[in-house]
């Protein structure tokens, strides 16, 4: 009887294992096969020898990019995949997101759409407006990036100095000559 038992929790334990092999094997396919699925994105920029006068930096949790208007769409190309702890610096001349374990990615302001907050994005739903997000051109593919702004800096300051730095269309000014 003790040599049944555990003949049956080995095999049960093999079969565990088995499945679970099985299913982390597929995640990696389905991933591999959606970095393939976006290979024509463009990567992101490196952030240039000298970006400029820093206007604002912060600590922050970087949560994902996906398209844009398309929250549950992650970005999979090189630096934006995976969440992580970042930094995030806005010079005048564009946006530095510092994510931990990848090469800092550099958003140009002429790239910048809009900045505004979100309650959720794939993999991560937060209290009402408590991401940050922030529009841009990767290439000609527009993404959504998400940031998560940890008390007690207000988002409100990272949102008032990357929108100070997003250009205004010509035509669309304030009417001032």
Same mark, same amino acid.
């Given at each position: ?5 555990? =003949?049956?929790? /080995?095999? &049960?334990?093999?079969? @565990? ?14 991933? +591999?096969? +959606? ?5 024509? *994105? !463009? ?8 970006? $400029?006068?820093? /206007?604002?930096? @912060? %600590?922050?949790?970087?949560?994902? &990019? ?5 929250? /549950? ?5 090189? $630096? ?9 610096? @806005?010079?005048?001349? #564009? @946006?530095?997101? $510092? *994510? ?10 002429? %790239? ?9 994005? *794939? %993999?991560?739903?937060?209290? +009402? ?5 922030? =529009? ?11 940031? +998560?702004?940890?008390?007690?800096? %207000?988002? &409100?300051? /990272?949102? #008032? !100095?990357?929108? &100070? *730095?997003? !250009?205004?269309?010509? #035509? ?6």
């Amino acid at each position: 009887m003790g040599d049944l038992t555990q =003949t049956t929790r /080995l095999i &049960s334990g093999a079969v @565990v294992i088995s499945v679970l092999l099985i299913v982390l094997g597929l995640m990696y396919l389905g991933w +591999r096969r +959606r970095q393939r699925r976006q290979s024509a *994105i !463009a990567r992101p920029l490196p952030v240039p020898q000298a970006p $400029g006068e820093e /206007l604002f930096a @912060v %600590d922050s949790f970087y949560v994902a &990019s996906t398209i844009a208007d398309e929250p /549950l769409n992650r970005i999979a190309v090189a $630096g934006l995949g995976y969440r992580a702890r970042a930094f995030v610096t @806005v010079f005048e001349t #564009g @946006v530095v997101l $510092g *994510i931990a374990g990848e090469a800092d990615v550099f958003i140009p302001s002429p %790239d910048l759409v809009e900045v505004t907050r979100a309650t959720w994005t *794939i %993999d991560r739903v937060v209290e +009402r407006e408590g991401l940050v997000k922030i =529009t841009w051109h990767l290439g000609s593919t527009i993404v959504d990036s998400y940031l +998560r702004v940890p008390e007690p800096t %207000d988002p &409100s300051e /990272l949102i #008032g !100095a990357i929108e &100070s *730095i997003i !250009a205004v269309p010509e #035509g669309t000014g304030n009417g001032e000559m």
